[in-house]
């Protein structure tokens, strides 16, 4: 026989209680008193009471009510984690009320809305808990010194003007797979330091004619003028063809460099080569040359509407020692257009042009056209290398 809890024993003496004579009702009281010291006024409140102190203390729930508690908040809420490549809670907090208007997989409650506009980026952490699962990478470095022309070329000593628009810092991203060996595919990675407005263009190999190619598309396509290049000491960006295309103009571009195996000199666009290219197209060898065409139908069209408009960044405005510890302090989350409309430096035609552009697009329409072409050009790749597998295997030993 199990022995009893005290809150099941008075809960059982209480039925008792009710249904009991008056001599049974004071054997009952005694038989409380006796075993858990109660005084005879208590336990006779106890005995008339509907529930006991201790099933109250049991079945009550600490804390306010649950405000978020609705399945469907969790829903909405993976839905646009899932489509903008699992952001974490900060970012997601500032991408719902730009995704909330284009959600289009259910009509959603007035209420439902307002809760997910309101919501704090510890209550997505807690409630997207068990849906979070992380895996990280490492990939192959393909950078070689340009030795040559580094002479040329000066060390970046002075600190930009990180408020203005147009100081880019640019790297390319190797799509070699396991090897770095023979010919294939490159992205040339730039991001804008004040605003975080990213370009990237695929080329063939590390030829200065493709880099230079690129570099021209990524200017044009550009909101506001380059005003500053600093890149890491790979020749394919350590060329005179680069340096006569930023020097040779009305106004030169400030051309500098990094120091050599110093990757922090270039932190802004490290960081961009893994979650604006490598989250997305992966560590797979790209070797076909007609996915150069593929990969820059992709970065001139949906790839910079959906990063430079719906994915907010923070940046980092401060650093702070405490003690042994470096204490980091970022800004709020905001997309590379909005910091653009709020800078004092870009001009009215600019935002007129950039709103306008903005009021066109959708979030989920984008996002669904780049998941199809991404998985065409994995579709082209998984076919070569099955071919290769074939073709290795038939060779005679």
């Known amino acids: ?196 407005w990213i370009e990237q263009r695929a080329v063939w190999g590390k030829g200065e004619t493709g880099v230079k190619k690129a570099m021209e598309s990524i200017e044009e396509a550009l909101p506001f003028p380059i005003l500053g290049f600093d890149c890491d000491n790979g020749s394919e960006f350590l060329n005179w063809h680069l340096i006569k295309f930023f020097t040779n103009r009305k106004r030169p571009v400030q051309f500098s460099r990094s120091r050599a195996y110093h990757k922090n000199d270039n932190a802004h666009i490290e960081n961009k080569n893994w979650t604006n290219v490598r989250q997305y197209l992966g560590y797979e060898r790209f070797e076909e040359p007609e996915i150069v065409d593929l990969l820059n139908d992709l970065y001139e069209n949906e790839w910079t509407d959906y990063f430079n408009f719906f994915i907010p960044s923070v940046k980092l405005i401060d650093k702070r020692r405490i003690g042994s510890k470096i204490q980091k302090i970022h800004d709020q989350p905001c997309t590379p257009f909005g910091r653009l409309m709020n800078s004092m430096h870009t001009d009215s035609q600019t935002k007129q042009r950039l709103t306008s552009r903005f009021q066109t697009l959708n979030p989920f329409d984008i996002q669904h056209r780049m998941t199809c072409k991404i998985k065409q050009i994995k579709k082209l790749v998984y076919a070569h290398d099955l071919h290769q597998n074939i073709t290795s295997k038939q060779r005679p030993r």
């Open 1 to 196: 026989m199990r022995n009893w809890t005290k809150a099941e024993h008075v809960s059982w003496c209480r039925q008792r209680y009710r249904h009991a004579s008056k001599t049974q009702r004071q054997a009952i009281l005694d038989e409380l008193c006796y075993k858990f010291h109660y005084h005879r006024k208590a336990a006779i409140r106890l005995m008339n009471a509907k529930k006991s102190a201790c099933e109250n203390h049991r079945h009550a729930k600490r804390g306010r009510k649950p405000h978020y508690d609705d399945p469907l908040i969790l829903e909405v809420l993976i839905d646009i984690w899932k489509a903008t490549n699992l952001p974490c809670a900060k970012r997601l907090k500032a991408i719902v009320p730009l995704w909330l208007p284009f959600y289009d997989k259910f009509i959603l409650p007035d209420d439902i809305q307002q809760k997910l506009k309101k919501i704090s980026a510890a209550t997505i952490d807690r409630l997207m808990a068990p849906s979070r699962a992380r895996c990280n990478k490492i990939g192959f470095a393909t950078t070689k010194p340009g030795a040559i022309i580094k002479k040329h070329i000066p060390i970046k000593t002075n600190q930009w003007d990180e408020q203005v628009p147009g100081f880019l810092e640019a790297d390319t991203v190797a799509h070699c797979g396991n090897s770095a060996a023979g010919s294939f595919v490159l992205t040339v990675n730039c991001v804008d330091i004040a605003t975080g």
